[in-house]
């Protein structure tokens, strides 16, 4: 088991943490197992959004198979409902702030996903760490759980 560095009780997942666990052949596989392992440890409240459990169970479906990906939403639906994970459901507020998010940042590649989850990071202000390998959640003063293996 390895030590992370978090500086709160919420870890925000994002689709990559998602992908790199469900995908054994993901370059962050390895990182993501020992990453996650680590805030299940500190009993850390994980938290999502629809759209990235959506960007989510696309790549899967895609990229890897039906089962995987619909297996990838039964698991987290049961852990939904077993308060292992909360999925915070896009509002029209939030979308709007998104646009502004995407407007602000148009010199970068900034999906639609992660400009609502930037969203609700700035909304969510005791969601401290960040669970991804995406570069662009080095906007918000969080902290990033990617291990430097």
Do not use: W
């Amino acid at each position: 088991m390895i030590s992370i560095y978090m500086t709160g009780r919420k870890v925000f997942l994002d689709t990559g943490a998602f992908i790199a666990l469900a995908f054994r052949r993901d370059q962050n596989h390895e990182k993501a197992v020992k990453i996650f392992q680590a805030v299940m440890a500190k009993n850390a409240d994980i938290v999502t959004t629809n759209l990235i459990v959506a960007e989510t169970y696309t790549f899967l479906r895609y990229n890897i198979n039906y089962h995987t990906a619909i297996g990838f939403l039964k698991s987290l639906k049961q852990a939904e409902q077993a308060s292992m994970i909360k999925i915070i459901y896009a509002t029209p507020e939030i979308e709007k702030e998104a646009l502004k998010i995407l407007e602000k940042y148009c010199d970068q590649s900034i999906s639609y996903p992660d400009a609502v989850s930037l969203a609700v990071l700035a909304q969510e202000s005791d969601i401290k760490d960040v669970f991804t390998f995406d570069e662009h959640f080095y906007l918000t003063s969080r902290n990033v759980l990617n291990l430097s293996l």
